[in-house]
C-alpha cells in the first residue's frame, strides 16, 4: 500500500503578523514558517504507524510551494516520510491546490491520502474533499482512528454530538486531527537521513483559481486588563454591566 501524505507550511502561531501593500500581502521577512502540525503530528505520524506495521510500503509526502519551502519538507523526510514532492506554484485557492496534488496523485495510484483536518493559517479545511471529489474517491473527515485491513480501511471520526466508525473501500481520502496518532520529533538520525532522501519537483498543472484574496485584516488590539480587589464586588458588577456590558 502507498501512502501519499499533504503537507502544508504555515506561520508559527508566536509570529507577529505585519501586512503591507495597504493589506494585501503578509510580510514574510519576520516570519517563522512551520510545517502544519494537523499534517505533521496526525496525518503523517499515522502513516508512519501504518508503516511501522507493515501495513504500508511507502510513505510519500507532497507539498504545493517554491523552493523557500523545501526546509519545511525536508523536515517531514526527518520524521519520517520516505520521499517527498514539491508542486512548484503558489496559491492561496483551494481548488488550485487540490487540482496540483490530484494530477500528480493521478499518476502515482496511491491506496491511501491522508491530510489535517485544516491548516492553522486559512483553517478552510476545503483541499481535502476538493483532492478526494478530483481523484474520485470517497473522502472521509475529522479522523480520530485510522486502521487499514486488506483493502478497507476502518475510519473513527468526530461528529456533531459524539463519534462514528465508517468503513470504506480503498482508494480513500482521509482528513485527520488530535487523536488518530501521537506527535512525534525528529530524532538525529531522521534529520540526517532527511538529507539524502528524494525530493523531487514537479511542474503544477495548469488550473485557474476560483478564488483569490482581495486583502488582510489584522484582529482588534486586545483592551487592557483592570483588576478589581476580591472585596469591591459592587464595582466588578458595575464595570461587567456598564462597560463590559456582559450582564
Given at each position: 500500500m502507498k501512502v501519499l501524505v499533504c503537507i502544508s507550511q504555515v506561520p508559527d502561531t508566536v509570529a507577529k503578523i505585519v501586512l503591507k501593500d495597504n493589506n494585501t500581502v503578509v510580510d514574510e521577512s519576520g516570519i517563522t514558517f512551520i510545517l502544519n502540525p494537523y499534517d505533521e503530528w496526525y496525518a503523517l505520524v499515522r502513516a508512519l504507524e501504518l508503516k511501522e506495521a507493515g501495513?504500508?510500503?511507502?510513505?510519500?509526502?507532497?507539498?504545493?510551494?517554491?523552493?523557500?519551502?523545501?526546509?519545511?519538507?525536508?523536515?517531514?523526510?526527518?520524521?519520517?516520510?520516505?520521499?517527498?514532492?514539491?508542486?512548484?506554484?503558489?496559491?492561496?485557492?483551494?481548488?488550485?491546490?487540490?487540482?496540483?496534488?490530484?494530477?500528480?496523485?493521478?499518476?502515482?495510484?496511491?491506496?491511501?491520502?491522508?491530510?489535517?483536518?485544516?491548516?492553522?493559517?486559512?483553517?478552510?479545511?476545503a483541499v481535502g474533499p476538493m483532492l478526494a471529489e478530483l481523484l474520485d474517491t470517497d473522502f472521509i473527515g475529522f479522523a480520530t482512528?485510522?486502521?487499514?485491513?486488506?483493502?478497507?480501511?476502518?475510519?473513527?471520526?468526530?461528529?456533531?454530538?459524539?463519534e462514528e466508525t465508517d468503513e470504506v473501500n480503498l482508494p480513500v481520502v482521509i482528513s485527520c486531527q488530535k487523536g488518530v496518532a501521537e506527535a512525534r520529533i525528529p530524532n538525529m538520525r531522521g534529520i540526517m537521513t532527511a538529507r539524502t532522501k528524494p525530493l523531487k519537483?514537479?511542474?503544477?498543472?495548469?488550473?485557474?483559481?476560483?478564488?483569490?484574496?482581495?486583502?488582510?485584516?489584522?484582529?482588534?488590539?486586545?483592551?487592557?486588563?483592570?483588576?478589581?480587589?476580591?472585596?469591591?464586588?459592587?464595582?466588578?458588577?458595575?464595570?461587567?454591566?456598564?462597560?463590559?456590558?456582559?450582564?
Open positions: 501495513t504500508a510500503e511507502a510513505v510519500h509526502v507532497v507539498m504545493v510551494g517554491r523552493a523557500a519551502t523545501e526546509p519545511i519538507i525536508r523536515k517531514a523526510l526527518a520524521v519520517g516520510g520516505d520521499e517527498a514532492i514539491r508542486i512548484d506554484a503558489d496559491s492561496t485557492d483551494s481548488y488550485a491546490i487540490a487540482n496540483y496534488i490530484a494530477e500528480y496523485a493521478k499518476s502515482e495510484k496511491y491506496d491511501l491520502i491522508l491530510c489535517g483536518k485544516e491548516s492553522i493559517d486559512y483553517a478552510n479545511g482512528n485510522i486502521a487499514v485491513a486488506g483493502n478497507t480501511a476502518t475510519v473513527k471520526r468526530e461528529i456533531d454530538g459524539g519537483t514537479v511542474t503544477p498543472a495548469a488550473v485557474e483559481a476560483l478564488t483569490s484574496v482581495t486583502h488582510y485584516e489584522l484582529p482588534p488590539a486586545k483592551a487592557g486588563v483592570k483588576l478589581i480587589a476580591a472585596d469591591q464586588m459592587d464595582e466588578l458588577v458595575n464595570l461587567l454591566h456598564t462597560e463590559a456590558k456582559v450582564i
